[in-house]
């Protein structure tokens, strides 16, 4: 723009043809031929949101901590995870990563490790990140029910910004279905005890062995608290509803994991069988296996239906359990009031229900029988309910809230599976962060904080960048680094963690491979193509010389990412 | 420094020894060894020129047009369809008055595909405005790399030397390589008044109406009126420094003789050994090499042959509906004399087929024997 605000220059009008220079070359600078005038389309740095991005329950800006990793900034990316996920080696050993299920990279060769990365800068952090504290003290108490990942999120947030948060657990540790529900080998005790540990030092205070409607009553929290949030799960399991299902040996999948997750050893005999298709039967019967048992599953639709995570599901097929799709149980055989049996129905495949899935019909006659010394029913869990007061919202199944946790009545939220009904960890620690932010705008009396964009670096558009949109010619297959395993000998009869998760170099090389999504990365692509030097380098990224932009378009033609729109001149302010 | 190379190796050597800074080039055979050699200078730091790599011809030329327009001294060498390809943007060098010095190993054009040698590709950028240079022996090579760049930049218009296809460019000969003192002392940095400017951006190659395109055209023949002179003083110049010197054209035996012959290339070698020949059974026959086609010597041209009744032209080209391109620029040049030599004009060697001193012996003893050329174009060899 220098030159706007001189004169320009006047052009010399020679005297003869012979004082002209002999080729064709401008009298004075060129620099008075504003070329960007002739732009009828220009292009605009525009960060678009990444796949994985959109697709994390938990508002996880994946791209940019992908980007931090592969410049071995651990510790900011672990910061950056942070902004919207305070437990991430939580969440990088249980979270089914629907992230990778979005990853652009899928369509070119394989996504990226994310989950994985996830539990490496968790870990990384875990240990090493600077305990925060809060910037300001508020008066206003919050009382959590429940010390899940909804209430332990919700804590952490509310905790951050200076509300004095205290949690109330019903079971003697803290943690919820963390803690009861997952068994040791897919996330370690050791991991959830340091998360909590990091919680605390925040200053939450987590009271255990509280029963809300027990030793403490609703009525009474109400008037102590002036915030109250429910986030006490769905821990009551659905019962199989078939005859002989009293008998002893019959008990149900949570109930069993909780057993063995508080340190003691269930009784089951050889022979198990698990009813149910979802995680918790997944959970169920591989933990049976680490007890010596020979477990099966059973489950009345076939593999596609199963509501278990596929890498689960996988594993479990591995380390050789059964599965016995397309049967259902009839009745539990008794003899002398334990389990010797079950009589089970074939079935078959019918038209979709409700949920998308095909219902299955059971096929006439086709029963059949199965000797057992113990069956675990895991067929569905449910949110207790009872304990509300009337005036609480709620419907049959679960307490009525927005997506911001915020029920009909003021100072009361709730969060997690006790409003969704059972679902994953990482849509309950989504849901405590927004109820989080939800209480803080209630008391603060200001807006709901935005979500937060795209990149690392400010807002961005909340365009969806596409498979489509990424120029593969600037990228080379590779592929996606092994998550590290116990073999299945060493799984044998123990606990331990199957994952190992990644070394740093493999971590650091499996972030290289993120296309970076609709997200510049300052590949410096435009700044080379670009014809007419209008691309200049600001600060770490780029900006545009409008002034000779002729809006040809090979920048954003030329980005590998889709970090760049071309728009109509006019619609540029 | 004395050394056995080919000929593609000499226009390495001789692109060296001109301190070159830009190479552009693409390989094709015949020239390949060429840019090989000097990938290796640039690689190996014996030549401190940046090398770029290209897709094509056409490219190869483009970077030369605009490693030269921001002020270096830029080389590329290629053969016929390369040359073909860069047609576009030799006319872009020119007409920008870039002093791009550019090799060509002549070969045939295809199709029939041919790697073998003939002129016609070389010729055939007449138009482009490129003063044009042809060697006889890898020596000359090496030295008309350097007089080529003291001409271009002198009047700043591009030069191609050309050399042919294996007969000379895969031939070994013994060769001067010149002190890099005296190729500095012969050949000053390239200095132009105007180039591409970071801190005074010009335009360059853009729009010209017809108030400016015109004089333009002018100045670059103009240009080529004065390279003749200039020519000559580089030629005086190198025999200065170096000790050995070429002209825009040669002759050979040509006093008193009836008959002269005019050759270019490595044909002008084998017609050599017949004129000796000739000249020890008493025959009054010499020899006119022709080294530079354009701009075109007209007055040297004159000045050997007016004075001599029967002039034989050998071509290794052919202008398609015309003849022999030598003998249409040689009867052009003579036009406006009153008395001109009969002129024979033979066509040779297309393709690279061998010419022998045999078939040089059988058109000294045809011209001899007709007073008039039978036809406008005789052919010797064609096999129909």
């Keep these: ?573 | 420094m004395k050394k056995v190379i080919t000929g593609n190796h000499a226009v390495s050597f001789g692109a060296q020894c001109s301190r070159v800074q830009v190479i552009s080039a693409y390989p094709i055979t015949p020239q390949t060894q060429i840019v090989e050699l000097l990938s290796e200078f640039c690689a190996s730091g014996k030549l401190a020129a940046k090398f770029i790599k290209v897709e094509s011809e056409h490219s190869a030329m483009a970077a030369c047009v605009a490693a030269s327009a921001a002020g270096a001294r830029a080389f590329t060498a290629t053969s016929a369809q390369g040359l073909a390809l860069m047609h576009e943007v030799l006319h872009w060098a020119a007409g920008a008055r870039l002093p791009i010095v550019l090799a060509d190993v002549n070969r045939a054009m295809g199709p029939g595909w041919s790697v073998w040698t003939d002129q016609n590709d070389s010729l055939s950028q007449r138009d482009t405005g490129w003063l044009q240079f042809y060697c006889e022996s890898n020596q000359e090579v090496v030295d008309t790399c350097l007089i080529s760049f003291r001409v271009a930049e002198q009047i700043m218009m591009p030069v191609m030397f050309v050399l042919d296809a294996f007969v000379l460019s895969h031939t070994s000969e013994g060769v001067d390589i010149p002190e890099m003192a005296l190729c500095d002392q012969y050949l000053p940095p390239y200095k132009p008044e105007l180039k591409l400017d970071l801190a005074d951006p010009r335009s360059f190659g853009a729009l010209s109406n017809p108030d400016h395109y015109y004089e333009i055209r002018y100045k670059m023949q103009k240009a080529h009126e004065q390279a003749l002179p200039v020519i000559k003083q580089a030629h005086e110049e190198f025999a200065r420094v170096f000790g050995r010197t070429y002209g825009m054209t040669e002759s050979y035996k040509c006093e008193d003789a009836e008959l002269v012959l005019v050759t270019t290339g490595t044909i002008t070698g084998t017609a050599r050994v017949v004129i000796d020949s000739e000249r020890t059974k008493g025959r009054r026959v010499g020899l006119l090499k022709i080294r530079l086609f354009r701009p075109t010597p007209v007055a040297e041209l004159k000045a050997a042959l007016l004075k001599v009744p029967k002039v034989a032209i050998i071509d290794r080209n052919i202008t398609f509906g015309h003849g022999g391109i030598w003998t249409q620029e040689i009867k052009s040049a003579l036009y406006d004399e009153p008395v001109r030599p009969k002129i024979f004009s033979y066509i040779i060697g297309i393709g690279g087929r061998d010419v022998t001193p045999a078939d040089i012996q059988e058109i000294v003893d045809f011209t001899l024997a007709h007073d008039r050329p039978p036809a406008p174009i005789i052919w010797r060899g064609v096999r129909l």
């Design chain 1, 1 to 573: 723009m220098k030159w706007l605000e001189a004169e320009p220059p006047k052009i010399p009008v020679l005297e003869r043809e012979s004082d002209y220079p002999p080729m064709a070359v401008s009298l004075t600078t060129s620099l008075i031929n504003r070329t960007g005038s002739w732009r009828i389309f220009r292009p605009i740095y525009d960060n678009k949101l990444p796949p994985c991005n959109a697709e994390c329950p938990a508002s996880e800006r994946i791209q940019g901590y992908l980007d931090l990793m592969e410049q071995k900034r651990f510790l900011e990316g672990y910061q950056l995870i942070l902004e919207t996920n305070p437990f991430p080696s939580i969440t990088g050993r249980v979270c089914y990563h629907p992230c990778e299920g979005a990853c652009n990279r899928k369509e070119f060769d394989e996504p990226i490790g994310i989950h994985n990365i996830e539990r490496f800068l968790g870990d990384y952090g875990l240990s090493r990140a600077p305990r925060p504290k809060p910037a300001v003290r508020r008066p206003d108490q919050v009382c959590i029910i429940g010390s899940g990942p909804a209430g332990m999120t919700a804590a952490w947030y509310l905790a951050l910004k200076g509300y004095p948060v205290t949690i109330l657990e019903a079971a003697a540790q803290p943690g919820g279905m963390l803690r009861l529900g997952i068994p040791e080998y897919r996330l370690s005790k050791a991991v959830l005890d340091k998360e909590f540990r990091k919680l605390k030092a925040l200053g939450v205070k987590i009271k255990t062995n509280t029963r809300v409607g027990e030793k403490v009553k609703l009525d009474d929290l109400r008037r102590q608290f002036s915030i109250i949030l429910f986030a006490h799960g769905a821990h009551q399991s659905r019962e199989l509803g078939v005859p002989g299902q009293e008998a002893r040996g019959v008990m149900s999948g949570l109930e069993f994991l909780a057993q063995i997750n508080l340190g003691r050893r269930p009784r089951i005999g050889k022979r198990v069988a698990v009813i149910g298709g979802g995680n918790t039967a997944i959970d169920a019967a591989r933990s049976a296996l680490r007890l010596g048992a020979e477990p099966r599953i059973l489950y009345r639709r076939t593999r596609a239906e199963m509501p278990a995570v596929a890498d689960e599901v996988e594993e479990a097929l591995r380390e050789g359990i059964p599965i016995d799709f397309l049967c259902a149980p009839v009745r539990v055989i008794k003899s002398k009031g334990r389990v010797s049996g079950m009589e089970l129905l074939r079935m078959k495949l019918g038209k979709p229900d409700e949920s998308g899935r095909r219902r299955p019909v059971p096929v006439k006659g086709s029963n059949f029988r199965l000797k057992l010394d113990t069956v675990i029913t895991a067929i569905g869990e449910q949110v207790d309910l009872g304990f509300l007061g009337a005036d609480v919202p709620a419907t049959g199944w679960s307490v009525s809230a927005d997506r911001f946790g915020r029920t009909k009545l003021s100072g009361i939220y709730a969060a997690g599976d006790c409003v969704t009904g059972p679902k994953t960890v990482v849509e309950a620690i989504g849901m405590g962060r927004r109820a989080a932010l939800a209480i803080d705008a209630h008391v603060t009396q200001q807006p709901i904080e935005e979500e937060k964009g795209s990149g690392v670096r400010g807002q961005g558009s909340k365009e969806i960048a596409q498979y489509v949109n990424i120029n593969t010619a600037y990228f080379d297959h590779s592929a996606r680094k092994a998550m590290p395993a116990l073999d299945l000998k060493a799984r044998r009869r123990n606990f331990k963690e199957v994952h190992l998760g990644y070394a740093q170099n493999d971590a650091v090389e499996e972030s290289a491979r993120c296309f970076s999504c609709g997200v510049c990365d300052r590949c410096d692509n435009c700044y080379v193509f670009c014809p007419d030097m209008s691309v200049l380098k600001k600060d770490e990224y780029y900006e545009y010389d409008y002034d000779f932009c002729k809006g040809c378009g090979v920048c954003a033609k030329e980005c590998p990412r889709y970090a760049i729109t071309m728009i109509e001149e006019r619609q540029a302010k």
